[in-house]
């Protein structure tokens, strides 16, 4: 008779050879999936995954940056299954269920009250999508149609849409796609200079000269500015000046044009607060939330906006001023709960200083682990964001293949974590309700895996001669 052991690896064997011929996932070389052991994940507890076998990975990338209470979190659950036994589902198309109309409330008062109105979709991509598309139609409808281009910051993501993809850094990501991009004109980030790894200097003053001598010149056809606020994530946690939002919306409203932040990311306490924009002091006219804002549980996004740009789309039906964008699971009533039993443990968290000191650890413990270390070029931190990059110790790069950061994070999940790489980096991005000891051993492992690997890479000089 076979043992549990023996069951649980023909079980896992089966599933290897299921993903193997039908599995496509996203943002992944295949042939590179392929070729390494796979790691099937089938519980969560708090910080932790758990994969079919009972080893226990912590999540460092809160499964793709959405994690706010952790897995399995038991209030979320209720509020779930609450839901779950009235209704799963209702389309917002003409309709409306209580849930929906509560959670806009909530969202409201993120703003105070100054951005009222709560267009849902399912995901950052389309909540992005939604505030380019509100902001065009807008100036169409008030007779302003020559205000239709956008402008956005070097080096920024907002998403793997196409109108995502046309107001992002045309990188590797997206590149092949420029033939069917639209035009954006972008704008210098702030310059940061590096000392002993860590930033220690960030000056906006350049890229917010260049920003005001492109509205002196274009605003007349500019409709809307993008801004991922304070960290820019996918480009490898880089930070802004405090003021630097602040700036950038008075510039906004000096000109005339829309100001979208780009929340997706920054949302719901990973930086401290409830979002950037109440950080530093703003208001956009566009608030585009996503990933924590329903926990890590559901596919549910929102754009949040003006009465005024509300009133502009208000009429009857032949004079043409309907918003014309839908999601089939927009405002999902299940979504819509957890969000609400979400936001209610986050605020009384971020209140108790829980998340600042978790922050600060984070820190100190990053600081500790890679300072001065011969294969680290730089690292950085903000909130419960961080990133370190990796270079040879004696050259200056290795080759795209060599896949650096790559190696690192399956390294580390022979230490416990799993966590995701940006080219020769690895981002730092845990759940938000992250404890102390779990903070050390995020960066323990990360340590610990780096040193395994990176010195064991071939060696730089070959490397560089064989370019």
């Not at 309709?95 to 959670?103: I, S």
């Not at 008075?250 to 829309?258: K, S």
Request: with cysteine.
């Amino acid at each position: 008779m076979p043992t549990a052991t023996a069951a649980a690896s023909s079980a896992t064997d089966a599933l290897d050879a299921a993903d193997r011929r039908f599995g496509w996932h996203p943002f992944t070389q295949m042939r590179e999936y392929q070729d390494h052991p796979r790691l099937h994940l089938v519980r969560g507890e708090g910080s932790w995954l758990i994969d079919g076998e009972g080893k226990r990975y912590l999540d460092g990338n809160a499964s793709v940056w959405t994690n706010v209470h952790g897995h399995n979190d038991p209030d979320l659950n209720r509020a779930l299954r609450e839901q779950l036994d009235q209704v799963a589902h209702v389309t917002l198309l003409g309709l409306n269920h209580p849930v929906a109309t509560e959670l806009a409330a909530d969202l409201a008062g993120l703003t105070n009250g100054a951005l009222p109105r709560c267009f849902y979709t399912d995901n950052g991509s389309n909540a992005i999508e939604v505030a380019l598309k509100l902001s065009f139609q807008y100036w169409q409808l008030i007779g302003q149609d020559a205000k239709r281009g956008v402008i956005s910051m070097e080096g920024a993501y907002h998403g793997d849409t196409f109108g995502t993809m046309a107001v992002g850094e045309r990188s590797e990501f997206h590149r092949r796609f420029n033939p069917w991009l639209f035009a954006a004109q972008t704008f210098p980030s702030p310059v940061h200079s590096e000392c002993a790894g860590q930033v220690a200097r960030s000056d906006a003053s350049a890229s917010l000269a260049a920003l005001k001598a492109i509205l002196e010149r274009d605003a007349a056809t500019t409709a809307c500015l993008i801004l991922e606020p304070v960290v820019q994530g996918a480009a490898g946690m880089v930070q802004q000046p405090a003021g630097f939002v602040k700036a950038v919306a008075a510039l906004c409203r000096e000109y005339g044009v829309h100001l979208i932040l780009d929340e997706v990311f920054t949302g719901f306490g990973r930086l401290g607060a409830l979002t950037a924009a109440e950080r530093e002091g703003v208001v956009p006219d566009f608030l585009c939330l996503a990933k924590g804002l329903a926990a890590g549980y559901l596919p549910l996004a929102a754009t949040l906006t003006s009465e005024k740009v509300y009133e502009a789309f208000v009429g009857k039906f032949s004079e043409g001023k309907t918003f014309f964008h839908g999601h089939t699971f927009s405002g999902n009533p299940l979504g819509c709960a957890v969000a609400r039993a979400s936001l209610r443990k986050l605020k009384p968290m971020l209140a108790s200083g829980q998340v600042a000191e978790r922050a600060m650890l984070l820190g100190r413990e990053m600081q500790d682990a890679f300072a001065g270390h011969p294969h680290v070029r730089a690292f950085r931190q903000f909130g419960l964001t961080g990133s370190v990059e990796f270079k040879p110790a004696s050259a200056e790069c290795w080759p795209t293949d060599t896949r650096a950061g790559f190696q690192v994070a399956l390294a580390a999940r022979r230490h416990g974590l799993i966590i995701r790489p940006l080219g020769d980096s690895i981002l730092f991005v845990p759940p938000i309700s992250i404890q102390a000891d779990e903070v050390k051993h995020l960066v323990r492992a990360v340590r610990l895996a780096m040193d395994e690997v990176l010195p064991t890479l071939p060696h730089a000089s070959f490397l560089s001669a064989n370019r």
